[in-house]
Structure formats: C-alpha cells, structure tokens
C-alpha cells in the first residue's frame, strides 16, 4: 500500500542555519503531497501542498518540489527562527488531485536554539 | 476553512471502562475521519465517519472497539470502548471541505483528544 517515509529526528539547529528535512513515498497512483506542523500544544495546520509532479509548494519560508522521479517532496528552509521548533509531518493523500484520508510520515520534531 | 471543536480535550480514564469524543465543525463538510496519534508516533486513520450510514474502517480497527456516529454534516463522536492502556493516544478529529469547483480542498485538523487509561 502507500506509504511515506521520513526522516527522523530530533533535528537541532541553530537559527539562521540551512534546514531540509527528507520525505520520500510510495504510491500506486499519483497522491497529492503535504507538509503538515503540529506546534507545541497545538493541533496539526497544514504547511504548504503540491498536488502534481514539479509543482512547488511553498508558505512562511518553507518550500518542497514534488519530485516524481525520485518519489520525494524534501522540506527545505533557508534560515530557521525559535520559532520554527515544532513536529513536521510529510504526508499523501490516497487520491490524486484531492484531499481525502492522508497517510502520514512518522514526524520529525525541530528544535531551533538562539 | 473550517474551525473544529473537539472535546474533551483531555482525560484520564480506567481500563474497562469508555469514551466518547466529540468533533463539532463549524460548516458542513463532505468527508470527517478519526485518527489516532499513539506516544512518539505519527497519526494513523482509524475510520472515515460518513453522514448517515456506517463508518468506513481501515485494517485493524473495528467497529466494536471504535464505534462512530455522524448524525449530520457537521458533528462525528468516535467512542473508545472497553479501554486499555495500550489505548492511551491522542484521538484526532480531521474534516475535508469543498472548494468552490467542487474539489476537496485541505484537510483540517482538530486539537486533539489526550487520552490516558490507568
């Protein structure tokens, strides 16, 4: 079946450096791909999307390319704040062009030190 | 978009005993699904939760354990029944709306249903 896998963490960085966070999947199809952040006591929000191959999604900074060659949607950020720490959750929806039920990475928690 | 009131947003509860969640939307949506967040994990669909009929399960959940209603199109309960601690997970309630062009557009999420059985 599909499935997505991702990078595991912790991953800590110092702010203003470089961040990529890897996510590569599997599907029958052609999914739709998501970054989803889950914050500090907060619930999931969606972070940016790409729904075909080459498309770019991109929201506060962050960007991943749907790359279907490499069946990979990396999350990159070139300079990360404080702000930034939280889990990060690479998924794909089970039909392509739409949202339905998602499969989700196992999450990868970000911290950020000044 | 849509806002989601889960409740409760957390509860400690003893083995044997059952839970009810519930997930009330704020606009009526298409799709409603269940997932379970297990300590350290990463959210697993339990079941989509279809208005008027019953709940679609996936592989390794049933109804017996998980039993869901929806009523109408903008609130689900999904009940945890005769609990375990193996149990203890964050329950979360997810809706999909319609874009205007009739497409499913993101998935929201709620804050989440901490659960802990003893």
């Known amino acids: 079946g599909d499935s997505v896998t991702q990078m595991e963490g912790p991953v800590t960085l110092s702010e203003e450096a470089f961040l990529t966070i890897n996510c590569t999947y599997t599907?029958?199809?052609?999914?739709?791909l998501f970054w989803y952040v889950q914050y500090p006591g907060e619930g999931l929000q969606l972070l940016l999307k790409?729904?075909?191959?080459?498309d770019k999604g991109s929201n506060k900074g962050f960007e991943a390319t749907y790359r279907k060659e490499t069946t990979s949607f990396h999350l990159e950020k070139g300079s990360v704040q404080v702000s930034d720490s939280a889990v990060y959750f690479c998924?794909?929806?089970?039909?392509?062009?739409?949202?339905?039920?998602?499969?989700f990475g196992t999450g990868t928690l970000l911290a950020v030190q000044p | 978009s849509a806002v989601i009131s889960q409740k409760p947003s957390r509860d400690i509860c003893q083995r044997g005993t059952s839970l009810t969640i519930q997930c009330q939307v704020d606009?009526?949506?298409?799709?409603m699904f269940w997932y379970r967040q297990q300590p350290g994990q990463s959210l697993t669909l339990i079941a989509t939760?279809?208005?008027?009929?019953?709940?679609?399960?996936e592989s390794g959940f049933v109804i017996d354990k998980f039993p869901i209603s929806r009523p109408n199109l903008t609130f689900s309960t999904l009940t945890v029944s005769n609990m375990s601690p193996e149990d203890s997970s964050i329950y979360l309630c997810?809706?999909?709306?319609?874009?205007?062009?009739?497409?499913?557009?993101?998935?929201?999420f709620g804050q989440g249903t901490r659960l802990t059985v003893v």
């Open positions: 939760a279809n208005q008027g009929s019953e709940a679609t399960y």
């Open positions: 606009s009526q949506v298409t799709m």
């Open positions: 790409a729904t075909k191959a080459d």
């Open positions: 998924a794909l929806s089970d039909r392509g062009g739409a949202t339905n039920k998602l499969i």
């Open positions: 997810s809706v999909v709306g319609r874009g205007q062009k009739r497409v499913n557009t993101e998935a929201f």
């Open positions: 599907a029958t199809g052609y999914p739709s």
